[in-house]
């Protein structure tokens, strides 16, 4: 079941890419994406023994990103339905191909316990969704995608030079070289400290700028402004689990190694630095694409100032891991619904939206409402969680700057979404053949709702797996 998770959406790629129909491909890769989420649920119920050479291991905190990321995957693959629609100027070869590719990647993430082929998955995602951005063919969208690939590559590049020294730690120690997780925890006590110090900022520079903590951000404005809705969701939503789950990885080896503390400050201080970047930025915003990328930015912080903390607030940053991923489809997939009725990104001609697309402007206000952390949706249960954890573990100050933050960016995005979805329509408003319809409108409603269930009842399962994935995070007496 492991290797099917992996092979089937290949197998999907390559059968999308054969198909010469437009019309047909995008239902044909709603399919690969219903089943790969069929065989999640099954590894969910019945998960399988760690594998021969412990490389592959389906465990609680692997289990919560597959999820979360297949569960986003199967509403953008539904949506793609009805927005390649609206896009028949272009082939849709390439966007389907390439996001069967990174769900192929992805799910590797999840299940890999060697850090090495960890990263080669890592690496594969980054550029199995290039391409997509490059989707609309044009000046911006080069120029987004080339500083996609140079940052995030950088990124990557800089984590691989963690992961050498990492392995030359274990040399030094005189142990068996390996850069599998569980040899490293095992071993952890024997492992030279120096090495692994450098290791762990090599790591966590390399995989924040893949997840887009600030100040290795620079790359997600740009990327996310100008991809497709569907590719921004799975950027926003998916692809940002991976490098957190990533960091997950090495937090649960800095637990073995006693270095804690120094993880633990560093990703506080990044954390809050991400989420003044976003306050910062977030004002005024004339571009809601570019908007929704700064929101990001803020919720790859709140989850590393969670992880930061400990104690409970990680179980808010693995709940979050869920609520922003949902909550950011639903901006993502409206917002590309909005932008395709206006042909326009700019808030300053957007106008009047929930009396041109009632649907649309209607989810997107309901979507802002719920990843700005009000209630009574996921987000809020998530946020107020960490918070709460920071001012019981007497660290006030940094309670205090996070609800400062908060506060600035849900008005720097009310001055933004409230005029657009307010108001009439422009009368110079450009006509677009675009409407709202079943199969680009249903994705963010039922992304919506899953949000508001998660904000008012977490399902005993997925409160089981997340306090199973907690304690594999908790500081061990």
Request: proline share 4%; net charge positive.
């Amino acid at each position: 079941m492991l290797a099917a998770l992996i092979m089937l959406p290949l197998v999907g790629a390559a059968v999308t890419w054969l198909i010469p129909f437009d019309r047909l491909r995008p239902k044909i890769f709603s399919l690969f994406a219903f089943a790969h989420l069929a065989i999640t649920v099954q590894l969910l119920l019945d998960t399988p023994p760690t594998s021969a050479g412990g490389w592959f291991v389906l465990d609680a905190l692997g289990k919560i990103v597959l999820l979360s990321t297949s569960v986003l995957f199967l509403f953008c693959a539904i949506y793609s339905i009805g927005y390649l629609f609206y896009r028949r100027e272009r082939s849709n070869r390439t966007i389907c191909v390439g996001m069967l590719i990174c769900l192929s990647a992805a799910s590797l993430v999840t299940i890999t316990h060697h850090l090495g082929l960890m990263w080669v998955a890592l690496e594969i995602t980054t550029i199995s969704m290039a391409p997509l951005i490059y989707f609309n063919r044009n000046a911006r969208s080069i120029e987004a995608t080339w500083k996609y690939l140079l940052i995030c590559s950088v990124g990557v590049a800089l984590a691989l030079i963690g992961l050498y020294f990492l392995a030359y730690a274990t040399i030094v120690a005189k142990v068996e070289p390996s850069l599998l997780l569980d040899d490293l925890i095992r071993d952890a006590g024997q492992l030279s400290s120096g090495w692994v110090h450098a290791a762990f900022v090599f790591l966590l520079v390399g995989f924040g700028s893949k997840m887009g903590l600030a100040p290795l951000h620079s790359w997600k404005p740009d990327a996310y402004g100008e991809a497709p809705g569907l590719v921004g969701a799975m950027l926003a939503g998916g692809l940002v689990n991976l490098a957190f789950l990533a960091l997950l990885r090495v937090y649960q080896l800095c637990l073995a190694t006693k270095e804690i503390i120094f993880f633990q400050n560093a990703l506080v201080a990044m954390g809050l630095l991400s989420m003044l970047c976003a306050a910062i930025f977030m004002a005024r915003q004339a571009d809601f694409k570019r908007m929704l990328a700064y929101s990001s930015v803020e919720h790859v912080g709140i989850m590393a100032v969670a992880l930061g903390l400990g104690g409970r607030a990680v179980f808010g940053a693995l709940f979050h891991i869920f609520a922003n991923s949902l909550a950011k489809g639903v901006m993502f997939l409206t917002s590309g619904n909005i932008h395709r009725s206006y042909n326009s990104k700019s808030s300053a001609h957007v106008k009047g939206v929930l009396r041109r697309l009632p649907w649309s402007g209607a989810l997107f206000m309901a979507g802002f409402i719920a990843i700005t952390g009000s209630p009574p949706f996921a987000l809020f249960i998530s946020e107020f969680t960490i918070v709460s954890s920071a001012f019981i573990q007497g660290r006030a100050m940094v309670g205090l700057f996070f609800i400062v933050c908060l506060a600035i960016i849900f008005i720097g995005m009310a001055l933004t979404v409230l005029p657009m979805v307010m108001g009439e329509v422009p009368v110079d408003c450009e006509s677009t053949s675009y409407r709202d319809s079943l199969w680009t409108v249903g994705p963010p409603l039922g992304l919506m709702l899953l949000v508001f269930m998660l904000g008012v009842w977490i399902p005993a399962p997925l409160l089981t797996l997340l306090n199973e994935a907690t304690a594999l995070l908790a500081v061990q007496p």
